[in-house]
């Protein structure tokens, strides 16, 4: 191979490189949209995404509700084989987070979300039967899931709970605790301020198949008459001034072993 040849190849070969560094620069932001709608299977969307898969802006939309947010990609961690997005909502502090994203890895770092409770349909499309009220604060210093499981813990806080059907109104404030402990997540369910009281605990297999199952007892008070509506959808058996309760579900993020 001559001098002239051994140039030419060198020349091709840095066009190539620079030109796959420009198709890296130039990801489009919708592919971020494509990877979210897959992780969360169809629960959350980013909508009107615009700028790259490295920095830009969209809405994310939660079933009716969007809060447009910006994001910043880290590459550093790409060396990893890893996808670290800082992300806020630009118009307001109700959301902030530094996400990791990796082969069936989902980490939350620093992560703080206030919505209102109506998205919650967007999970579990039953309770759009009473229109739920109040907000919804998710909250997690460290939470990873993988498909080995969940490990660190996150809060998810009902705040000024209520609903629109049945004149419901306001009852409390009620907390769901996630705590991962050899890969299952393990769930606290307790009442922090309210006439109702409502305690359970469960599990969630986070890498598994998804599965939910959250056992508990309510204690309706003088609420009592206001809740019957509402007990069906809890399976809710009578069992002296109290009742008690059953939930089985799933919720999914792509992750299965």
Known sequence: MNMSTRRGL???LLGLVLYLIFLIVTVP??????????LTA????LQHATGSLWHGTGVLQAGAHG???????????????????RLHSRNDSSIQSTLTIG??????????????????ATLYPPAAFIAPTGKLRFS?????IGSQGMTGEARLSWVGAGG???????????????TGENGVARLRLETLRGDINITGSGQWQAA?????????????????????????????????????????GRLLFGLKR
């Open 208 to 248: 598994g198949d998804g599965s939910i199952q959250l056992d508990g007892t309510l204690v309706p008070g003088p609420r009592e008459a206001m809740m019957a509506p509402l007990l069906p959808l809890l399976n809710a058996q009578r069992n002296g001034d109290q009742y008690t309760f059953s939930y089985t």
């Open 140 to 144: 997690s210093a460290e939470t990873e």
């Open 29 to 38: 932001a919708y592919w971020l949209g494509e990877g979210l709608l897959r």
């Open 103 to 120: 082969y069936r890895l989902l980490g939350l770092h620093d992560t703080e979300a206030e919505l209102p409770a109506a998205v919650v």
């Open 67 to 85: 809060v447009t947010i910006e994001w910043n990609v880290q590459p550093a961690m790409l060396l990893m084989g890893k996808l670290r997005i």
């Open 42 to 45: 169809g629960r959350l969307q």
């Open 10 to 12: 060198g020349i091709a």
């Open 164 to 178: 629109k059907l049945g004149g419901v109104g306001e009852v409390g404030d009620y907390q769901l605790t996630a």
